[in-house]
């Protein structure tokens, strides 16, 4: 997915399970990054993008996030547009999916204490090591070694989308130009893969799209303007 991801596993269960659990998570994120990445040719997102494949013989998994691209474009009045680049690119919603899936797979399996960052995607389910809430960093948008804000919790889906590393990569799909006014967005909710997308969404529709994240039911958000401003939603679970 071109990015570094990082799994701590907290459950108190047999190192040897967990080191298990550990590469089982592993293989099914190599495997998804296999299968809808855009810079792999022989991926299935871009053979199905290319006409080399039928839909009808697309994996279970592509029908499942295909169809939910399709309800978020709706659910963001098409500013979450998984052709604004004129390909099929699902990426604003498969990175967050896939590390929900996966989150998902450790509670099924019994490591119910668990944090997973997939590149400033973060999905935490129980409590840390030292038994308290897990803490959430939220890179500072001009400075890489420093955070802007920190959030806790027992049970977070934390995305954040924004241009500080790929620069201005979010296009507004209604202008096909790359999206202004926001430097970083970060939307807090119960499933990563939705919060992904909205994030994502909200940078496509420049400073507009603050107010469309206060009027999001059921999420959390914190904004960094252009111009430097940090609004945020009053009950984001800060750190003390």
Known sequence: MGTAISLDLATDLPAATLRELADDTFRWLRGVDARFTTYREDSEVRRLDRGELPLSGASADLHAVLARCADLWGDTDGFFDAYATGRLDPSGYVKGWAAQVASDRLVAAGVVDHCLNAGGDVRVRGHSSSGRPWRIGVRHPWDADTTCLVLTGTDLAVATSGIYERGHHVLDPRRGVPARGLRSVTVVGPDLGVADA????????????????DRLPGHLHAVVTDDGRLLRSAALPLAD
């Open 198 to 213: 909205y994030a994502t969404a909200a940078v496509a529709m420049g400073v507009a799209g603050v107010g469309w994240l």
